[in-house]
């Protein structure tokens, strides 16, 4: 018999409200939200996505997004039940996939340095190595 840590009650959520959405990496992957506590909340989730215990996961669920801790997993047939504890709430920008982020922080250097080299190509002459087509006059 297992000992239960939980200190309030599990409530089941309503089908209207049970879509959940985990944020892993770049993918965004379907869950079910089951139920939630004062304190965490239990989803469902394909059993080829299997965190372990400590895990920090984005989930969008119908209040928003949150941060959540994995303190339980169990597998059930081809689903597994996720067990997590509530962080905190996450604005839609810290929602975002890191990698996201990442490629738009790339993009915003990409076109500074474009800028940058334009500016230098218009101010200093062709570079060496032109090719004489791509020059009007």
């Avoid at 770049?26 to 215990?53: D, F």
């Amino acid at each position: 018999m297992t000992r239960e840590r939980r200190a309030t009650r599990r409530m089941p959520v309503a089908e209207s409200q049970s879509a959940a959405t985990l944020c892993v990496g770049r993918s965004r992957i379907p869950a079910v939200l089951v139920n939630r506590s004062a304190h965490g909340l239990g989803i469902e989730c394909p059993a080829t996505l299997v965190p372990a215990e400590g895990d920090l996961l984005r989930l969008r669920i119908y209040s928003g997004w949150i941060e959540a801790r994995v303190v339980h997993v169990e597998l059930r047939l081809k689903r597994a039940y996720v067990g997590l504890q509530w962080q905190r709430d996450l604005s839609e920008a810290e929602a975002a996939p890191a990698a996201h982020r990442l490629t738009l922080v790339g993009v915003i250097v990409a076109a500074a340095v474009g800028v940058a080299a334009g500016m230098y190509f218009l101010c200093d002459g062709l570079p060496a190595g032109m090719p004489r087509f791509l020059v009007r006059g």
